[in-house]
Every structure is written in C-alpha cells, then in structure tokens.
C-alpha cells in the first residue's frame, strides 16, 4: 500500500561532509521513516511524513549543517512512498559525473579536542581527520569519492577505524581518510639523500631539535611541502633568503595558535575567526613591530595558525614560530612528492619530513585579508577550490575559459554548474604550464567532459591558448569588470549598466597596447572605455626594472630638470642608451600598476622590484592618515593626467609623497563617479591594496571589490566565462 510522503533533492557541498548523518540523526530525533542517500547531483532524501513535520525538518537541518556542508539548490516533492519502518542511509545512485570534488580544509574543532585528549585512541595523532575536516582534493584519484579512488587506498582500516567509518551516528562516517595509530601513516625525518634518521614521534622530535639549532626543513603538508624554519634564528632566515634566491619577499609565517599570533600583530574579530576557520588561510595583519627578515620594509606580517594536525604535533616539541613559505622554486608550482623535492631543492633544505600517504593534486595556502569589515580573499586554493556553483544561465553546453597567464585558475561550465579550479600560478614556468594541463586534463576525464568551446585572453602570443580550436577571444580588462559585476549582479537590475574602474599592471588592450588603468561603463553582455591614464612609452618589457619605468615617466612629462638628483644616481652612458632606445620604443601602456611602480622607484631609490606588489606594500607603511594632503589628477580628451604624481616624487619627502599619491588616486575615482549615476565597481590587482580602500571608505564613497573572488588575474576566466554565457555569441 502506498502513502503520500516527500522527496526532498539537495545540490551542493553535501557529499563527503557529514550531511547524511545529520539527516539520520535528525529523522531519529523527530521519528520520521524513510531513507537517504548520495546521487549523482547531491542528496536525496524520503520522508513518510506531513508537509508541517517535512517543513520543520528542512528547517532544522538548514540550522544544523556540518562545518563544510553548503545547500545551493533543494527541491521538495509530493510523491507516492511504500511502507516504511525506519529510517536509514541506502547505497547511492551516484552518477560520479557530476559529484563536486571538495577541496581540504583545516582540523575541526572536534578532532582538535580528542588529539590533545591523553584518553583518546587518537591522541597526538598526526593524521587524525573526519567529515568535518581533513584532506578531499589532495588525496583524490578519480570519482566516486571512494577510499579505493584516493592515495588512502594503500592504508588497511583497522577494526576500530572500520567501526566508525560504518557507523550512520558518527562523525566519522565514510570519512575516506580515516585512520589512527593502529592502521597509521607513517613520518619520517630524512637526510639530503633520502636517508632515514628517525621515525614517527621521534621524526618530529628531532625535527624541532633541527629546527631549534637553525636548520632549514621541507616539511610535508596537505598540499604539498613548505620550507620552514626558525622565524627569529636571524642566520636561519639569511640563509633560507640566500638560498631561495628571495631577497625581500615577505615570508609567511605560522603559529602554534592565535596567542603566538596576536605576539606579532594586531588581529580584530574578523581577522581571528578567518585564522581560526576551518579554511585557515593565510592572512595578511597589521604587524606589532619591524620584522626586517621575515618581511623587510613593510609593516604587514602573513600569518596562518597550525591547520594539520601534523603541525600541531611539530609545534609540541618546538616553541616558538616558523616561517612557511611554498617549497618550489621561483615561479614554479610548491612541490608535493619526495622525487622532485630532492632533484629541484636539494640545495635549500638541510633536512625533510615526510609521510607514506601520496599527495595526488597539490595545492596552495589561500591568502585573503580583512577589509573594511570583509574578508578578501587574495589567492583561492586550499579550503575554497575547486569551487562549484549552480547557475541558471539560458546558454547549455560545456565550456572552458582558461584565464589570465598570470595567477592562472580556469572555469569550466558544465551541467548548469560553474567550477572555478585551484589556484594555478604563471604560466610562463615551465613547469606551472605542465600542471595547468595535468589539472585540466585531471577534471575532463573525472567528468567524462568535451568542450565546445574555448574561452581565452585576446593577447596573440600566450602560448597556452594555442592548445586549443574554437576559440573566443575576450579583453582581458573587460574580463575583469564581468567577475566583479557577477559577484554583486543581484545589486543589480537585468542588464544595468556599472561604472568600474579596472587598474592592474599588464592586459593587452583591445587597441593593442598595454592596458592597466581604465574607466569603463558596461555590463554582462558589452562595455565602453570611457577614459584611462594617460599612455606612455616603456623603455621595454621588462617590469622588474621600475627605475626604467621612472625614466620613461620623467621623459613623458619633461621633468629632466625636477629630476636631476634622480638622474645623476644612472651612469651618463647607460642614460644615453636608455633616451635612445626609449625613443625608438613602440611600446605603450596604461597601467597604473606601472606607474605606482615607477613613483615608488623615485621615493625609495629601488631600481629593481623583488616581488610583485613591494612597492605598494612599502607605500602603505607611509601612509599618514593624518596629513590632508592630495596632488591632483585631471582629464583631458578621456586620459587622465597624472604628471602631479611624479613630480611630487621627486620633489616632497616620503611620507608626503605616499600620502599625496594615495589620496590623490581615491579622490579622483570619487569626482569623477559623480558625473554618473552609477555603481561603482573596482577591480585589477592595484585594489588588493588595503590602504587605497580603506581611504574611499574613510571618505564614505560607496564601491563594490571583490570579495569572494581574487580581484587580481587569478579571476579573469571566470569573468570570460559570465561575459560568454550572458551573451548572444
């Protein structure tokens, strides 16, 4: 006999996370019958029950979601059901083709708890782990989400772990990568060579014994190793400097636990609940002093807490704080195996920690920052990609959009889905350009997938997008303008136009030149330049030289005369060779990117920039809220002036200078955002920059940055890929 019941379909983060348990636990406490389990899209659940009882469950289980569960979309239909007696979790009729893959994330809470209980069968365990925290992408082969399909496969569940791991009450309950120190994973501390010095406690005992003495260890994590040292060993850190080739890069840092942490910098609420999250990422503080080593002429600290507990069992047994900074070489991927860690850094480390389980998919620390009141986050990896979205675009089909060069991540568009990858790196790197493919590649065969269509960046010459037929071609800069108006497009009317204000350091421009500081009104479907800094000349290609980028500027605005100090620190020769090649150059730009670059070259005497983004780091250590002082940009013709810049470089004193130049770059965006009755939306790398932001918000302007999606290159395919799917193409 049938009865009328519920079937209630959920998509979204709830597989492998603990939501069917929640589902079972909350069927037991209100004594309903029916069933649950995993499909091919998500969860379906059956309830024998009324539409008030199957209300207040939704309701409850809404309120109740595990740490890493999300609810996209949940549909509720009436339907015949049979007889049920209970309720319990039945096999899934998983199609693995469309099953999210979830990125790794930082201990909970609960696991935390039971590794420093001394009762605990887990107890200072360093693979401790359950459904609510723990390694998903980084041990990952192929889908279903099974223990057989990831590199926990080699590791024999023992009796006690295989109880939990069947039990529908726990939270262990199909946590693929379950074990404990009966059936563990191995750690071994290892020599240059590969040579094995000690094992498990031990490893970890002599490597704080190491670390104390001021050596420098690769140490394995979740998704890949980290070089890691003493942060206040000042010989340590000159040579881990030395050895990297890493002369002024600030290091990141990481700290047992947030008291470490609040020792170096000023942490707010926000900022303590991001270092305390389950995504851990590192995150960008005020910092309490001059840390000169560990981040030279900046007064801003990266800081991640332990999120493995892994590090916790490390920072038993060494007290203090360690630099963490990615394992690779410059430009390449953070390495993730023992092979390449010994042939490609052999020179830098003295010592490894290593551990038997295999990292499939390697993955960065994320880096975000809290910005007037919100987190931004600056690079997305581990704890928030591989991201899916469910979207209800008109356009069907599969596509790829591969992004920027740069801070590279691709898009793909599948099944009504959006699935933003990890964080990639630049693709100039050999080996970055390898594992591009390899992580494309690694999704279109778990996902069975053929792309109709390409997406990509309109520069003729990256080299990675020759790979590919059928290609669109959409500005980079636009790219840009289309991810910051979809992360805010429900601010907006269908189609309503926005005045943005994209700033970076390099884009090819729809005119062939370099573009980087633009004005443009638009939306999803098409947009207008309706202004840009004024283009002038490079000297040439290469950026790293900004003391070039200020000849070029002293040149562009004739100010040889203001700027004869500056110009007597460059040999005559090389002056000459430089005003002749200078005048022979077809290269042009717009880039405010550039001309910050070429401002701090003038106010800090740097003729070469060590990292990107060090000048506007340094700016913001000068930035005196309290000093009214602004230079002036204009218009003219659609370009804006910006000679007032330079010319205060070098004439005023540092301080002034910086605070001159910043105020003077938000006060403009502020009179001319009154000419339209527009939103405002800002994007490109330049408005990473704290300081800038915080000024327009300090002036109450009204703006909208991206948040939850990089403002920098690392967004520019999903912008290509909401520009393609609001389109008519």
Same mark, same amino acid.
């Given at each position: ?240 400097? %030395? !050895?990297?080739? @890493?002369?002024?890069? *600030? &290091?990141? $840092?990481?700290?047992?636990?947030? #008291?470490?942490?609040?020792? /170096? =910098? ?111 986050? %600056? !690079?997305?990896? @581990?704890?928030?990609? *591989? &991201?899916? $979205?469910?979207?209800?675009?008109? #356009?069907?089909?599969?596509? /790829? =959009? ?328």
């Amino acid at each position: 006999m049938c009865h009328l019941g519920y079937k209630i379909k959920i998509s979204g983060l709830v597989q492998g996370v603990g939501f069917r348990p929640l589902v079972y636990e909350l069927a037991l406490k209100f004594k309903l019958f029916g069933e649950v389990r995993n499909d091919g899209f998500g969860v379906e659940i059956i309830l024998a029950c009324t539409q008030k009882e199957c209300t207040n469950f939704i309701k409850n289980l809404k309120t109740h979601l595990p740490p890493l569960a999300r609810i996209d979309h949940l549909t509720i239909t009436q339907i015949p059901i049979s007889n049920y007696t209970q309720f319990s979790i039945t096999p899934s009729l998983e199609n693995a083709k469309s099953t999210p893959m979830l990125s790794d994330f930082a201990l909970c809470k609960e696991c935390k708890k039971e590794f420093f209980d001394e009762k605990n069968p887990r107890f200072l365990y360093p693979f401790i782990t359950c459904t609510h925290c723990g390694p998903r992408f980084s041990i990952i082969k192929s889908l279903p989400y099974d223990r057989a399909n990831t590199s926990m496969q080699e590791f024999i569940m023992c009796e006690f772990c295989k109880s939990e791991y069947e039990d529908p009450k726990n939270r262990r309950f199909h946590a693929q990568p379950i074990s404990c120190p009966k059936c563990k994973i191995s750690v071994f501390l290892k020599d240059q060579k590969g040579t094995i010095l000690a094992k498990d406690k031990e490893a970890f005992m002599q490597s704080a014994n190491f670390l104390k003495e001021g050596k420098i260890l690769a140490i394995k994590g979740m998704g890949g190793f980290h070089l890691m040292c003493d942060a206040f060993n000042e010989q340590a850190l000159k040579a881990l400097r %030395l !050895r990297k080739k @890493r002369p002024k890069k *600030p &290091f990141a $840092l990481m700290c047992k636990d947030l #008291k470490s942490a609040k020792e /170096l =910098a000023f942490i707010d609420e926000k900022e303590e609940a991001l270092l305390n999250g389950v995504l851990a990422p590192i995150v960008i503080l005020k910092a309490k002093k001059d840390f000169s080593l560990i981040a030279p002429e900046v007064n801003k600290l990266g800081i991640m807490l332990a999120y493995t507990p892994l590090h916790l069992l490390l920072f038993e047994y060494f007290k203090g704080i360690l630099v963490a900074t990615s394992a690779n070489l410059s430009g390449e991927s953070i390495i993730k195996d023992e092979l390449n860690l010994c042939q490609k850094l052999s020179g830098v480390f003295d010592f490894y920690l290593d551990y038997d389980r295999e990292i499939i998919n390697a993955s960065d620390d994320s880096i975000a920052q809290v910005v007037n009141g919100a987190t931004m986050f %600056l !690079r997305t990896s @581990r704890g928030l990609n *591989p &991201f899916y $979205l469910e979207s209800n675009f008109d #356009k069907k089909g599969t596509f /790829l =959009a591969l992004g920027a060069e740069l801070k590279n991540e691709f898009v793909i568009f599948y099944e009504n889905k959006l699935l933003i990858s990890p964080y990639i790196g630049d693709l100039k790197s050999v080996d970055v350009y390898e594992r591009f493919f390899k992580l494309l590649d690694f999704f279109k065969q778990n996902y069975d997938l053929e792309f109709e269509v390409v997406l990509c960046d309109k520069h003729p010459h990256f080299a990675y997008t020759k790979e590919f037929e059928n290609k669109i071609k959409i500005s980079h800069h636009y790219a840009h303008f289309c991810a910051v108006y979809f992360e805010y497009e429900k601010e907006f009317l269908k189609d309503e136009k926005a005045l943005a204000y994209i700033c970076d350091g390099t884009g090819y421009g729809e005119d062939g030149k370099i573009w980087g500081g633009e004005v443009f009104i638009g939306n999803l479907k098409e947009y207008k330049r309706i202004a840009h800094f004024e283009n002038f000349t490079l000297i040439n290609s290469d950026i790293k030289n900004i003391q070039n980028l200020a000849l070029s500027l002293i040149w562009h605005y004739d100010l040889e005369d203001k700027a004869k100090e500056f110009l007597a620190k460059i040999p005559k020769i090389k002056l000459k060779n430089l005003r002749k090649i200078y005048s022979h150059s077809n290269l042009q730009t717009s880039s405010l990117g550039r001309i910050i670059d070429a401002f701090g070259s003038i106010v800090f005497n740097i003729e070469k920039s060590s990292y990107e983004a060090q000048i506007g780091l340094m700016c913001e250590a000068f930035y005196d809220e309290n000093l009214d002082f602004s230079y002036k940009l204009f218009i003219e013709k659609g370009q804006i002036n910006f000679k007032s810049l330079i010319l205060g470089a070098l004439q005023d004193e540092k301080s002034k200078a910086i605070t001159g130049m910043f105020n003077a770059l938000a006060n403009f965006i502020i009179e001319f955002s009154k000419d339209y009755d527009l939103k405002v939306l800002l994007s490109g790398g330049v408005f990473q920059n704290k300081t800038l932001l915080e000024i327009l918000k300090a002036k109450e302007f009204n703006f909208f940055v991206p948040l939850k999606y990089p403002c920098n290159d690392s967004s520019v395919a999903l912008g290509q890929m909401v520009h393609y799917l609001n389109s008519k193409k």
